[in-house]
């Protein structure tokens, strides 16, 4: 069993920054990939990024490429997502996921526990 516990988040103006943490309880962080997804009001979960369980490897949706970065803190047991260079189109509430395979996913359906949300929302 793993609690997602997410923090960041808020409101922030076009072309701005912010970070999404994610906190992970017990002692098996790194046997777990994880990945940020989003979903705004009326559209579907919608990838936006995963690491794998030792952090060598990434992915990331196409929107979000180039201006999102994934990591992670093994000693924390903690995974971030630095969201710059932010657009109004990416207004959602974005959740961490845990996905307990070897394979780094990027459908919602592989993972097996999630963060609570919170909310990002980037103004014009």
């Known amino acids: 069993q793993v609690q997602l516990v997410q923090s960041g988040g808020g409101l922030v103006q076009a072309g701005g920054s912010l970070r999404l943490s994610c906190a992970a309880s017990?002692?098996?962080?790194?046997?777990?990939?994880m990945g940020w997804f989003r979903q705004a009001p009326g559209t579907e979960r919608e990838f936006v990024a995963a690491?794998?369980?030792?952090?060598?490897?990434?992915h990331y949706g196409d929107s979000v490429k180039g201006r999102f970065t994934i990591s992670r803190d093994v000693a924390k047991n903690t995974v971030y997502l630095q969201m710059n260079s932010l657009k109004p189109e990416d207004t959602a509430v974005y959740y961490c996921?845990?996905?307990?395979?070897?394979?780094?996913?990027?459908?919602?359906?592989?993972?097996?526990?999630w963060g609570h949300g919170t909310q990002v929302t980037v103004s014009s």
């Open positions: 690491i794998s369980r030792s952090g060598g490897s990434t």
């Open positions: 017990g002692r098996t962080f790194s046997r777990y990939a």
């Open positions: 996921a845990a996905d307990s395979t070897m394979a780094v996913h990027t459908d919602s359906a592989e993972y097996d526990y």
